[in-house]
């Protein structure tokens, strides 16, 4: 556990970057600092590491005063991944994903396997860890910024806007990337980042910071888009607070129509039923799109009409916000649930949705 | 004397160990001064990113130096190492490749980037051990590209210790001009420019061999 402990830190100019900051990052949790440019955001990173030492209150780590430590020996013990991903350019890739596990003076060949390890473990073909790092794309040189930052297996990983120099596509495959190392890990993590929807996507926990190095609230994303603390959060939470909440509503306790769905190979007519929409599945399960039975031809059979468009969420996976989305993509106004693999398991109809998003206000409020 | 061939090829067959003799010694003279050049520009550079203040005047001092005429400045050594000696050219060419690494020196760990740098420290790096693994060797092209200029200047500055009786293949242009016989003249000028081509080469196949990952310096322009 990392503690803030009434933290002020005044640079030699005069500037106030962090003001009597209390907080807790929890063991084992990503807690995201979020705020606008300037607010003090890595000032506040860096006390932990000792990169900047404060000139009021204490940080501590595992409840021991980090100023106690020597730098370099604390350091090596706090992975710690920047934007610009840091990384030596004199170095192969295997070499400087190795190069914590060098300094605590592990042999070359220990530390090399290590690294290699790690390259898989980030997603990175092990191909790669020969080239320079001039040879590799701006998201393979985060991949290996984040390996180095865990080569010597730290309990404690700093990140200052690691991934915000990428392309949004790239970012968004590193940050599940992240929360998929983090499942397994169980680090300690404290993210950087002055964007929002990054913050409540990774943070277990979320620490608005304002200008001026104050705590403007502390909270679960979910929590804090329901109930911001004050006009600033707000604003800079932004606008659609309340569907970006639904992402935080498990889908899995939905009820699941399994009538509303026909064949497409069936031979029978469709229009005996009395409902107005019906999903097509094909043979193998997977959704074609809606039809609606009243306008097929009198001998008619599913497979005479161009099915409407769809939407589908994968149930128990996908948050009630995909089940909202999926059902707005569909003329009948139901959302179609499928597994995993794409195969349908029947229908949320929108009465069924709209009880579960009336449901879902209530309970983030409460 | 009008028949007198440019080169004559017998005058070269016959001169061939003096030939090789003043070639050594033009090597030693310019080589010996770049190291030494090195060895001290190194500290100094260091000093001069480590006290920003230290590095304008240091390199002020260094352009005056380069400035001086050589010859004025072997003459003036002369009462002290001696004339015709090997030192009084080398004492001066020294502080000439100085003039040359300091500020390579301290372009080169200037050209350290920032973010490298910090992830350095960020890692547990000891201020020693960060100028030995990573600072030093990232300037390593920057002080090499300015080892190619010194040397290159250093192998033909040398010839004009010929003046004070000390010049390498220096000698043959005095030689030459004062028997108005133009072979020596012109063995000189080739040897010299041999002489720096080769060290030269040597200097980009070390820059090859060193630093493979430069490539990132060419390529992120293009
Ligand atoms: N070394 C320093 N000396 C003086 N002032 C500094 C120094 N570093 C940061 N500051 C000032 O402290 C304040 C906080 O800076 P900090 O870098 O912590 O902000 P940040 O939240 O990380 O901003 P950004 O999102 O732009 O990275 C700023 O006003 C900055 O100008
Ligand atoms: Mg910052």
Redesign the interface.
């Known amino acids: 556990m990392i503690t803030f402990d009434g933290v002020t830190k005044r640079y030699a100019g005069g500037t106030v970057a962090v003001d009597d900051l209390g907080l807790e990052v929890p063991t084992g949790e990503i807690t995201v600092f979020v705020g606008p440019s300037g607010c003090g955001k890595t000032t506040s990173l860096r006390m932990i590491n000792r990169m900047v030492d404060p000139t009021g209150g204490r940080v501590l780590l595992d409840g021991v005063d980090v100023t106690t430590i020597d730098p370099p020996t604390l350091r090596r013990g706090i992975g710690y991944v920047i934007q610009q991903a840091g990384l030596f350019p004199h170095r192969k890739v295997v070499d400087n994903v190795a190069t914590v596990p060098r300094l605590l003076g592990w042999e070359r060949r220990r530390a090399r396997a290590r690294a290699m390890e790690l390259l898989e473990r980030v997603g990175l073909d092990a191909a790669l860890a020969d080239r320079y790092p001039f040879q590799l794309s701006g998201g393979q040189q985060q991949r290996v910024g984040v390996a180095r930052a865990l080569a010597a297996d730290p309990p404690v990983l700093l990140m200052d806007e690691p991934f915000s120099a990428v392309d949004p596509v790239v970012r968004a495959s590193l940050q599940d990337e992240l929360l998929r190392l983090q499942a397994e890990l169980r680090k300690t993590i404290v993210f950087v980042t002055h964007d929002i929807d990054e913050a409540i996507k990774l943070g277990d926990r979320v620490a608005v910071l304002r200008v001026g190095g104050r705590l403007a609230q502390l909270d679960a994303p979910a929590r804090l888009l329901a109930e911001p603390a004050d006009d600033f959060v707000r604003e800079f939470l932004g606008r659609d607070r309340g569907i970006r909440l639904l992402s935080f509503v498990p889908s899995g306790d939905l009820p699941l129509r399994t009538d509303l769905t026909v064949p497409v190979s069936t031979t029978a007519s469709a229009r005996g039923t009395a409902e107005p929409w019906l999903a097509l599945v094909d043979d193998g399960g997977r959704p074609l799109g809606w039809i609606a039975p009243r306008s097929l031809p009198d001998s008619g059979t599913p497979a005479d009409v161009r099915p409407e468009p769809y939407g589908t969420f994968v149930r128990g996976r996908d948050p009630l916000r995909s089940v909202l989305d999926a059902a707005l993509l569909s003329p009948s106004g139901h959302a179609i649930a499928v597994d995993e693999s794409g195969r349908v398991e029947g229908v949320v109809t929108r009465e069924a949705l709209d009880a579960a998003l009336a449901r879902a206000t209530g309970d983030a409020r409460g | 004397m009008g028949e007198e061939p440019l080169v004559r090829w017998d005058w070269i067959g016959r001169n061939l160990p003096v030939l090789r003799e003043l070639l050594v010694d033009n090597a030693v003279m310019a080589l010996v001064p770049v190291l030494a050049g090195l060895l001290l520009a190194l500290p100094l550079g260091l000093a001069g990113v480590r006290w920003r203040r230290l590095y304008q005047p240091t390199v002020g001092v260094m352009n005056v130096v380069y400035s001086l005429p050589s010859l004025a400045v072997f003459i003036v050594l002369i009462p002290i190492t001696g004339l015709a000696t090997r030192l009084t050219v080398m004492v001066p060419l020294t502080f000439y490749a100085m003039a040359v690494l300091v500020p390579a020196v301290v372009d080169g760990l200037a050209a350290v980037?920032d973010?490298?740098r910090?992830?350095?420290?960020?890692?547990?790096?000891?201020p020693l051990?960060r100028l030995l693994q990573?600072e030093l060797?990232?300037a390593?092209p920057v002080v090499l590209a300015g080892l190619r200029v010194a040397t290159v200047s250093s192998v033909s500055l040398v010839s004009v210790g010929a003046l004070v009786g000390r010049g390498g293949l220096g000698y043959l242009f005095i030689d030459g001009w004062q028997r108005q016989f133009p072979t020596p003249i012109i063995v000189g000028i080739v040897l010299i420019v041999l002489l720096a081509g080769i060290a030269d080469l040597l200097l980009v196949g070390a820059q090859r061999l060193l630093?493979?990952?430069a490539?990132?310096r060419t390529?992120?322009r293009a």
Do not use: D, L, Y
């Open positions: 980037p973010h490298v910090q992830s350095a420290v960020a890692m547990g790096f000891t051990r990573v060797p990232i390593v630093t493979p990952w490539g990132s390529r992120r």
